[in-house]
């Protein structure tokens, strides 16, 4: 009787192989081009979607945390990715994304600045805009909830004390630290960033609700108020 027999590799295209690869040997055993290339499924006429994979990781500088920060309008303009092959990029960005912030446990409890920049790195380190969150704390400096209380541009994004405060009443929060990003890298405070963590802490000591640090969050690191002693 007939049997059916499996392809050799060597036997498939050049497109195929990552997904066989994936199937014998598991997803970490492909290299960042075959995975990419997996999401783009096909190439173009005359290229592989490796091809194309291997081209748009050059185009961010062989850097996934520069792929990740990409829009969508940004992944269309390239060659080989139209609007559903980088919609499908996106979604694989995201999902890795929130995986990673779901593996810090929003129970953990902050005893450094560290920790704290552990909770929301991945919410905040490779936007392309400004985001004001905040982590809400109990008397056990745990983590209650953690929320974005505003979103902003390239430049800046406004906190309105009152909402942050609002919400800290709600949860039952007993303290907070509060958190932006810097799409620029520079992590150091401008005066507007001053001028809120004073204005902030000054409203915490009437509502007797401690805001215990303010970080500034970069590509590759984070700006501690409380650990630079201007709180």
């Known amino acids: ?71 969508p309008e940004f992944l269309c303009r390239q060659r080989g990715i139209g609007k559903a092959k980088a919609i499908l990029i996106c979604a694989a960005v995201e999902l890795g994304r929130r995986h990673q912030a779901n593996e810090v446990s929003e129970r953990a409890v902050i005893r450094s600045s560290k920790d704290a920049y552990l909770q929301l790195q991945t919410q905040l380190r490779d936007l392309n805009h400004e985001e004001f969150w905040v982590l809400f704390l109990n008397r056990a400096n745990k983590v209650l909830h953690k929320e974005m209380v505003s979103k902003g541009g390239l430049v800046g994004t406004i906190a309105d004390p009152r909402l942050i405060f609002e919400r800290a009443l709600l949860v039952k929060a007993a303290a907070i630290i509060v958190a932006h990003n810097h799409p620029s890298g520079n992590v150091e405070p401008s005066k507007p960033d001053i001028d809120i963590t004073r204005k902030l802490k000054s409203a915490g000591e009437f509502l007797d609700l401690s805001v215990l640090d303010h970080l500034i969050i970069g590509e590759a690191g984070y700006f501690s108020f409380a650990d630079e002693g201007i709180m």
């Open 1 to 71: 009787m007939y049997q059916e027999k499996d392809t050799p590799m060597l036997m498939l295209s050049e497109a195929d192989r990552p997904r066989e690869k994936l199937m014998a040997h598991g997803a970490r055993s492909l290299s960042e081009t075959e995975l990419l290339a997996i999401l783009i499924g096909s190439g173009t006429q005359g290229e592989s979607a490796l091809t194309v994979a291997r081209r748009l990781l050059v185009t961010t500088g062989n850097d996934l945390n520069t792929l990740a920060r990409q829009s």
